[in-house]
């Protein structure tokens, strides 16, 4: 027999038995160490082996789970990792202490994850939900993500957004820059309905969840940039354990994400196999409704929106470079390293 289907709030939002709590930079942060000195990501206990459980459950009826892996991104993080070399080298830190900010500030407005009211899917899907991710994002799937993205202010444990603020902080220093302009959403922007055949909270709550797995995978491509950056001799040679510090803490952010991916690339699959109860009265399956508007997402975050980025930081970085001595080299330099 596998393992238990059916979770409780609690169950989903309990932390390991900590040995020793996450703290960095005089922040109190989410996770821990087990006794074995082993980072433990918050409220993964049960999270993690209930979602196992689900997505094995899923498979043994004969779905798959979607692709919701990094393959599905066009292009990697602009500037690229030696073009970034050059910016620190020449003195311009700015554009990556304004993309670790925003980082930062987009990571806390996943808060508002935890104060989701998630509609009953069950009113509007044929097959039981009890046993599924589906069945569970009311009951503590939704508020644990929230909790882990922008942390629990009344308890004074930082999450993600803190995480990010310390990683800045210990590269460069608080304070350095003033702060950058945060995009208002990462989210594709929508005009109408995308579903009309069921109701509006129940459209919300599928959109939702496929631009959040979609910037969670457009994260994952950001974490492995910072990584090889700030651990590059050249980059940070000068202050080497301030910038592993700043490394590592990169790695528990990007550990405590998995778990994020895992769930909602989890419940976006079940929905696609279940059957819907439409408003006018049919029955469809989930897979005609959800695989055209996925298809939709993944094009929009992995190239429409990154060409839009791409164009949008290479005008800023073109206009901080022309200020600098030797500008015509520097910007030539730059972009002979497109490529890299
Ligand atoms: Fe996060
Ligand atoms: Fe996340």
Redesign the pocket.
Known sequence: MGAPLIYTEPDLMADHLYSRPLEAVGHRLHGGFDAAGDYQSPRTLVRWPAVRAWQEALVSRGWPLIDASRSLLAMGNFPNVAQQRLLLKWGCGQTLWNALTVTGVV?AR?RMLAQIVAPDFQTIIEEDLTSTTVGHLGKGLLKAHGF??GGVPESGVG??DTMWFAVRDLLFGKDAFPMPEVPPSLARPQTGRLLPMIDAPFEALIVMMMNVLMI?IR?ESFFSFCLQVMRDPESFGDRPQAAEQAAVMVER?RA??QI?VAYLQTALSELRSFTFLTLDGRRLPGKMLLDPLWEGFVRWHSVDTLEHNRAQTRAAIEVTLSQLPQAQEKLRAFVELDAA
Do not use: Y
């Open positions: 990571e996943g882990d993205e999450g993600h969670e994260a952010i405590d994400e994020h």
